[in-house]
């Protein structure tokens, strides 16, 4: 993947302490997806694809029913609930709002990373919390 891809992934909270050589050990598994506007990425309840997905450009809604619960763009992620508790289900749809790329790292490289990282744990974990929260939130309203 281009240079400039690793210099974006550092300027994300998540990969932002990262040295060149751990940002190239990151993309050397990850694989780059690409969307079209009003593609499905991921499906509510779906067991398969366990992957983690980091927004290199483009806008995903995040939607539970007919609930709109998030919008993510470029530097924000989806999909690391599944991959941290081991068979969950997903549990919100994403879609894609306009043509999105994605960096996607699959459930064992991003063990792996977490293992070796262990700081990109505990963004992951502090992201989770805030999403809850707002996820509550949102519900409450």
């Given at each position: 993947?281009?240079?400039?891809?690793?210099?974006?992934?550092?300027?994300?909270?998540?990969?932002?302490?990262?040295?060149?050589?751990?940002?190239?050990?990151?993309?050397?598994?990850?694989?780059?997806?690409?969307?079209?506007?009003?593609?499905?990425?991921?499906?509510?309840?779906?067991?398969?694809?366990?992957?983690?997905y980091?927004?290199?450009?483009g806008?995903?809604?995040?939607?539970?029913?007919?609930t709109?619960?998030?919008q993510f763009?470029?530097g924000?992620?989806?999909?690391?609930?599944?991959?941290?508790?081991?068979?969950?289900?997903?549990?919100?749809?994403?879609?894609?709002?306009?043509?999105?790329?994605?960096?996607v790292?699959?459930?064992?490289?991003?063990?792996?990373?977490?293992?070796?990282?262990?700081e990109t744990?505990?963004?992951?974990?502090?992201?989770l919390?805030?999403?809850?929260?707002?996820?509550?939130?949102?519900?409450?309203?």
């Amino acid at each position: 993947m281009a240079a400039s891809l690793s210099e974006y992934l550092k300027r994300t909270s998540l990969f932002a302490g990262f040295s060149d050589r751990q940002i190239a050990d990151v993309l050397a598994t990850a694989k780059r997806r690409s969307f079209a506007a009003g593609e499905q990425i991921l499906y509510e309840g779906d067991e398969g694809g366990r992957g983690f997905y980091l927004i290199v450009e483009g806008r995903t809604e995040v939607r539970s029913g007919s609930t709109v619960l998030a919008q993510f763009g470029p530097g924000d992620y989806f999909g690391e609930m599944a991959l941290l508790l081991p068979d969950t289900p997903r549990t919100a749809d994403v879609v894609a709002l306009e043509d999105t790329t994605c960096v996607v790292i699959t459930q064992w490289d991003l063990r792996a990373l977490i293992g070796t990282h262990p700081e990109t744990g505990l963004a992951i974990m502090a992201e989770l919390a805030r999403r809850l929260a707002d996820t509550d939130r949102t519900l409450r309203e």
